[in-house]
């Protein structure tokens, strides 16, 4: 028992049930040892363990007791439970409770509250082997670098409490100063900082200083050794003014701090080549602009001379003055006394703009009164001026006006005689074309009922001439069967694949890849073959080098059982079931046929 694997990992092969533990325990006490992939759950471990003891006590150790000794001399008990039975039973035809035949279902037999006695030899061995303490590991695996593959580990022994995995150097960006980190560089680019020069509200920046950036230092008359230390070739991170377009920002000890309503200005000072943004109040009235368009004259006094374009009328102009509760309402064009108005707005009264408007048509009067005189332009007549119409009048259209009469009586119309394909009365009519094309007999003229049994009408020269249906004298290109024999024949054909068809396909012929070497076959009116009717299947796999297949086979597997889904076909490589992506690419050809049977008595 020391040697079976009880782990909370359950490997390759899972933990193994209770009965194969059991098994294994009774091959390894009589001379074997555990498999090596028997593994049991911790949580497991007390029930396994048990079991394997019962098998020892009630199995094992029987058969290894001396020459004439006993397993045991029977208890002073009345009884012991040795183990449980669950037999089933059921009520026969008179009602009473009898035991079920074993054919339906077995007695279960249930040992798990059974007592059991281990001799006191295997406990003190349990006892002083089976527990065993362990020592600890002094070995530590060190993880001190990204991308390690996780291991479980192989080394039984535990590590001590206060063991550690150690930590990293840091390299790169961030470096360690005498137990400091310390940010040196930015995305490898160093950072170039210096606590004393560096000013309030400051950015750290990006900058690449070139060789003419050192030049122009130097010109400005500082020694060369000097600006070549301060300032090294190349790119770096240094703390710097805030830029708007390359333009510094002002600083507060500058220009200040800003107040609420400023506005950000760009200003110049002397003679200096370089301005600086900073914070300034807005201009006043003299330094307005003048607008145009919809609304001119300066930003301080303007005026709404137009909306969208289109002007609004001079309200300086006495009569055009707008009145209380007056609204501005766009005029279209009109004339006037004075001008020729194109559409502007006025101010005019709501009440101005409501006006009725008189209708003509089907429906005429004013808009506030209107009246149907007509229905689609025919004209709706009433019965007399005083009495137009009568309760329950329908409208009838009669000689082009609508008049309205009682509802016509529940007497059917007569029918007339029917024209075209079918002549004559409807009780005793003929068909005498299909489609427009005469339907002739074996005698001259149309409609004549001479035909012989088994007739089948055939179009001809655009006729459909009646036939016989076996025999000498049939001529052009058709299949033929035995006679007597049901019908036969082709019911879907074409190339297909999982993708698509070939053009032509016949009966909407298709193909579903539904696993590795798996495909199935429908076409419209497919029905699960009875002893009435029955399929046969032809199929090839269309050649195709860019796959390169090789011996590639194609076999009928079944019938689907459902209606519409059609057949199954498995198709094999080398003898193994081709991919289903690669066979999504297959291409098969194939043909349906179907033959009719005589139902089986």
Request: charged residues 20%.
């Given at each position: 028992l020391e040697q079976v694997n009880i782990t909370h990992e359950p490997g390759g092969d899972g933990?193994?049930?209770?009965?194969?533990?059991?098994?294994?325990?009774?091959?390894?006490?009589?001379?074997?040892?555990?498999?090596?992939?028997l593994r049991v759950d911790t949580g497991d471990a007390c029930e396994y363990l048990r079991a394997a003891f019962r098998v020892w006590a009630t199995e094992l150790r029987p058969k290894w007791v001396g020459v004439g000794a006993s397993a045991g001399v029977p208890p002073t008990e009345e009884g012991v439970l040795l183990a449980e039975l669950g037999v089933p039973v059921v009520r026969d035809t008179g009602g009473a409770w009898v035991v079920a035949a074993r054919s339906s279902r077995e007695v279960e037999v249930r040992e798990e509250r059974r007592p059991y006695l281990l001799h006191l030899r295997m406990v003190q061995e349990w006892i002083e082997c089976g527990r065993r303490v362990r020592s600890p590991s002094d070995s530590v695996v060190a993880e001190i670098s990204f991308g390690q593959t996780p291991s479980p580990g192989t080394d039984e022994a535990y590590s001590r409490a206060d063991h550690t995995h150690g930590t990293p150097a840091l390299e790169g960006d961030v470096v360690d100063r005498l137990g400091r980190t310390v940010l040196e560089r930015i995305q490898d680019v160093p950072v170039e900082y210096d606590s004393e020069t560096a000013t309030d509200g400051q950015l750290l920046t990006y900058s690449v200083v070139t060789e003419e950036d050192l030049k122009r230092e130097i010109e400005k008359g500082e020694e060369r050794d000097e600006v070549r230390r301060r300032f090294?070739?190349?790119?770096?991170?240094?703390?710097?003014?805030?830029?708007?377009?390359?333009?510094?920002?002002a600083r507060e000890q500058?220009?200040?701090?800003?107040?609420?309503?400023?506005?950000?200005?760009?200003?110049?000072?002397?003679?200096?080549?370089?301005?600086?943004?900073?914070?300034?109040?807005?201009?006043?009235?003299?330094?307005?602009?003048?607008?145009?368009?919809?609304?001119?004259?300066?930003?301080?006094?303007?005026?709404?001379?137009?909306?969208?374009?289109?002007?609004?009328?001079?309200?300086?102009?006495?009569?055009?003055?707008?009145?209380?509760?007056?609204?501005?309402?766009?005029?279209?064009?009109?004339?006037?006394?004075?001008?020729?108005?194109?559409?502007?707005w006025v101010a005019a009264d709501p009440q101005a703009q409501a006006s009725t408007v008189t209708l003509g048509g089907d429906v005429t009067g004013q808009s506030d009164r209107t009246r149907v005189s007509q229905i689609q332009g025919a004209a709706i007549v009433p019965r007399s001026g005083t009495t137009p119409f009568a309760n329950g009048d329908v409208l009838t259209f009669r000689n082009g006006n609508w008049v309205p009469l009682p509802p016509p009586t529940s007497q059917p119309p007569a029918v007339p005689n029917l024209e075209g394909d079918v002549?004559?009365?409807?009780?005793?009519?003929?068909?005498?074309?299909?489609?427009?094309?005469?339907?002739?007999?074996?005698q001259t003229g149309i409609g004549v009922?001479?035909?012989?049994?088994?007739?089948?009408?055939?179009?001809?020269?655009?006729?459909?001439?009646?036939?016989?249906?076996?025999?000498?004298?049939?001529?052009?290109?058709?299949?033929?069967?035995?006679?007597?024999?049901?019908p036969y024949s082709i019911v879907a054909a074409g190339i297909v694949?999982?993708?698509?068809?070939?053009?032509?396909?016949?009966?909407?012929?298709?193909?579903?890849?539904?696993?590795?070497?798996?495909?199935?076959?429908?076409?419209?009116?497919?029905?699960?073959?009875?002893?009435?009717?029955?399929?046969?299947?032809?199929?090839?796999?269309?050649?195709?080098?860019?796959?390169?297949?090789?011996?590639?086979?194609v076999e009928f597997d079944s019938f689907l059982s459902t209606d519409n889904l059609g057949f199954r076909l498995r198709v094999t490589s080398g003898g193994q079931p081709v991919d289903g992506e690669r066979l999504q690419f297959v291409e098969l050809m194939i043909e349906v046929s179907r033959y009719e049977m005589t139902p089986k008595e």
């Open positions: 933990f193994a049930s209770l009965k194969d533990f059991e098994a294994a325990v009774r091959d390894a006490l009589q001379g074997g040892v555990p498999p090596a992939s090294e070739a190349g790119a770096r991170w240094r703390p710097a003014d805030l830029r708007l377009q390359g333009a510094r920002v500058d220009a200040g701090r800003p107040t609420a309503g400023q506005v950000l200005t760009y200003v110049t000072v002397g003679d200096a080549r370089e301005g600086v943004w900073q914070a300034s109040d807005v201009v006043g009235s003299s330094g307005t602009t003048s607008l145009s368009g919809d609304a001119t004259g300066p930003t301080d006094q303007t005026v709404v001379q137009a909306i969208q374009g289109t002007p609004i009328i001079d309200f300086a102009e006495e009569k055009f003055a707008p009145q209380p509760g007056q609204v501005l309402t766009f005029v279209g064009p009109r004339g006037d006394e004075e001008r020729d108005v194109a559409g502007q002549v004559g009365p409807v009780g005793s009519n003929s068909l005498r074309g299909i489609k427009g094309f005469p339907v002739l007999s074996r009922a001479t035909y012989e049994e088994g007739d089948v009408l055939v179009f001809r020269d655009g006729q459909w001439v009646p036939e016989a249906k076996s025999g000498a004298g049939r001529s052009g290109e058709f299949v033929e069967r035995p006679a007597g024999l049901p694949s999982h993708n698509g068809g070939r053009f032509p396909v016949y009966n909407n012929l298709n193909l579903r890849v539904v696993g590795n070497g798996l495909v199935t076959v429908g076409f419209d009116g497919y029905k699960v073959p009875d002893d009435t009717f029955q399929y046969i299947v032809k199929a090839l796999p269309v050649f195709n080098p860019e796959l390169r297949l090789l011996d590639l086979v």
